[in-house]
Structure formats: C-alpha cells, structure tokens
C-alpha cells in the first residue's frame, strides 16, 4: 500500500486534504480516500494485531467501529490480504501466464500522450490513437537523441559495447539520458538479444526475479528469449520465475523497449531482438544473497548467465535500467532541494558529490567496493538501482567503463530530486 496527499470537498463545498491510498503492487486498481490521521494507524496493519489491539495500542479517541469502517473499505478496495484480495491476485497470475507477451503498461500512456500531442483527440478510437504514435514516437525518440548528441564528441559507438546503462525514469524526466545512452548505438552492430536489468520496485520478490514472456509498445513485440529462459530454468530452477508477475507493471524494464525498438530495429524476419528480463534486489542488504534468503542470490544469478550465454550464439547487449539518487522531502527528507537557499544548495551539491564518488568507483570497476560503500554509508541517497548495475557489470567484465552523461530531474516545488546517468561498459 502507499498513500499520497489528495484534496477532497466537504458538504458545504470547502476544500480539505485527504490521504490517497492505492496498491503498490498495482493488484488493484481501486484507491481508497480517507483522512490523513489514518496515517499513523496504516503501519499497524500488518497482521499482527487483533483490531482491539490496535484500537488499544493508538487510543487518542479511535474506537472498534470506526476502526472497522476503514478495514471494510481497505477489504473491499484489495488493500488487505483476505479472499477479496487471492481473488484479486489469481485473477492476475491467470491473466499473465495466459500471454506469452506482456501488453504495454507505462508505453502506453506515453504513446497515448504523443498522438494526442500531434493533435489526435483523447477520446478517439483506439486504432486511430495506435496509427499516430507508431509514426510519430519514433519521431520524437529521434529528435531527443538529436538533441542530446549534437554537441557530444563521440555520438556514435561502431562496434556494439557489453553493456549500458540507462534510466527508468518518466521519459518527461528522464529523456536526455535514455538518448545518451541508446543514440550512440544507432550504427552499431545489432544484437540478437537484450538481457534488461531493472529494479523490483512493488514485487514481492525478495531476490532476482526473472520474467519468461516478452514485451510489447506500441512499436511491437520483443519475444521471450527461450534459449536464455530454457538455460536459465535448468541451471536455477523455477524459483527464479516464482515471482514473475512482478514484471507485470513494472517500468523499470518496459521503458527500456521502445528505444531498443526504434534503435535496432526488425531483422529481416521482421523480429525485434529477443529479450530476457530480470528485476535485481539491493546486494546492499544482505550481501547479495536475497532479503530473506529463500530468493535467487547475486553471484549465482550472475555465474549462471554467464555460463547460458557462453554456450549461445550471436551478439548480446545487456542493459542496466537505473536510476541512481532519491532526495528530498517527497522521499522523507527535511530539507528542500530546490530554489538558491544556502541549505538546498549544500543538499544538492552533497548529492552530486556522492553521486559523482560512486560512479568513479564504477567506472573504475571497482563496483564490489562501490556495494561496500554504499552498504557502510547505508544508502545515504538512496539510489534505487544498485544490484541491476553491479550485476551488468558482473556478467559482462567490461575493460572500460565510461560516463556518457549525469543528469538531476527536480520538481517544480523543489521537494524532489532524481539523479540518473548514461554509461557504456565495452
């Protein structure tokens, strides 16, 4: 569950803060309104109280009754485990393991917001919303890469490199370095396969949760890589797929497709590359092994792939979906990181600096000594994408590492600050 701030309006018309709550894990689709001061009870709700106990235990006037109130609506919305929410979950795992390619989540509404941007209404057929952002998302992939590139020294890599890394940031933030990273790959050699990595925001996957289907955007389809799939399942067991439907709405890979699409395009059997997607916990945790150690561990996910792609033919590209700091109050900080205040201005340069220290250690290749760090320093900024970079670079063992671009996204009101980078490991 995670909540947000929401308005709502009285009786009488007036305006009045409210407390949003919705499934993180995007179970359910319903959210549920309620009054901010449920806040200090949500985090009692974990199943380990009676709900007399929980009225006891916060007092300051809560009785059973109103207690009940707000559990009903909880069941109701799928917000609590109980049959209302198995019932929730079968149907999504029924759904999912229907499909050998997963629909587009988070591409969708950007394809949806790029026909519109070209003039085609919201409400307009399906179809016609489809023909517009297949011509003109590509258009606009090609015109953030223009921009990024056209001062860069080097806008092009000929030969195709082991791996990069890219944000999974909102294209609205996040662009220049997704164009950093993919633009530079426009004249090299085109792989056979992609193996994305990304970050295991809402799962309940507790180690490297691997998906067997493939992806689609509106550009089309990427098929399941089956040999990577097949060696993978052999070497690892079906625990690596247990929780593959954490892949079902997570964007840290999806976002990866449509640049890989539009980049490398169909072959001559009109196929995009094959892909092989794997979301990678925080080796920061509990040093590599998963957090409760019954997932897939780091080292042998990574020995594993290693060993499947050795005995596969032609080329692969491995992509580490990252995004790297998470400051600011909308992440529970105090301090704001906008605006030319003193103290915003050190919060975003103590940012930079560390963001700047850990990536030196990477492009160094010291990434074991960059999960020490960040493990001693306990995540200070929380980077969200530590264990899909350390595994890239574990899998392929580049030679050079290098920074193509670093970039900070701040929100408008200054309470938040996403940092990300373009790398390539060759």
Known sequence: MRGFPAEGTTPEGQTVQMLGLADAQQISDKVVMTA???????????????????????????????????????????MLEGPRFAQMLAGVHADFDSQPVLPPGSTAAFADAVAHQAGVPQDAPEHERHAV??????????????????DAA?????????????PHLDYA???????????????????????????????RGTGVTACDKGFSTVLGACQADQGVI??????????????????????????????????FGKDDSGRYPAVFAALVHDPCVND????????????????????????????????????????????????RVGGDEPAAVEARRKVLAHDREMLELIEQGRHA????????????????????????????????????????ALDSEGLSLVTSAAMVME
């Open 36 to 78: 901010p001061v449920w806040a200090i009870v949500l985090p009692l709700l974990d199943g380990s109280r009676t709900v007399d106990q929980v009225v006891s235990q916060v007092g300051r006037g809560l009785t059973r009754p109103m207690l009940e109130q707000l559990l009903a609506q909880l069941d109701d919305a799928g």
């Open 369 to 408: 000594e960059m999960v020490s760090s960040m493990s001693w320093q306990q995540n200070p900024t929380r980077w969200c994408s530590i264990g899909c970079i350390t595994a890239a670079a574990m899998i392929t063992g580049p030679t050079s590492v290098r920074l193509l671009n670093y970039n900070g």
């Open 154 to 166: 080097d806008p092009a890599l000929t030969a195709l490199p082991k791996a990069i890394v890219a």
């Open 173 to 203: 933030r996040g662009w220049i370095n997704y164009a950093h990273a993919y633009g530079r790959l426009r004249v090299a050699d085109r792989p056979d396969r992609v193996i994305i990595l990304g970050t295991n925001h809402f799962g």
């Open 288 to 335: 590599g092994a998963s957090y409760d150690g019954a997932g897939v561990a780091l080292a042998p996910f990574v020995d594993a792939l290693r060993r499947v792609l050795a005995e596969l033919p032609g080329r692969t590209l491995v992509v580490a979906s990252a995004d790297l700091s998470h400051v600011g109050p909308a992440f529970g900080d105090p301090q």
């Open 230 to 263: 097949n060696g993978m399942r052999h070497l690892l067991g079906q625990g690596l797929f247990e929780h593959r439907y954490d892949h079902e709405r997570e964007h840290s890979i999806e976002l990866q497709l449509p640049w890989i699409q539009h980049v």
């Open 133 to 150: 952002a297949v011509r003109e998302v590509p258009k606009l992939l090609d015109q953030w890469i223009a921009h990024a590139l056209k």
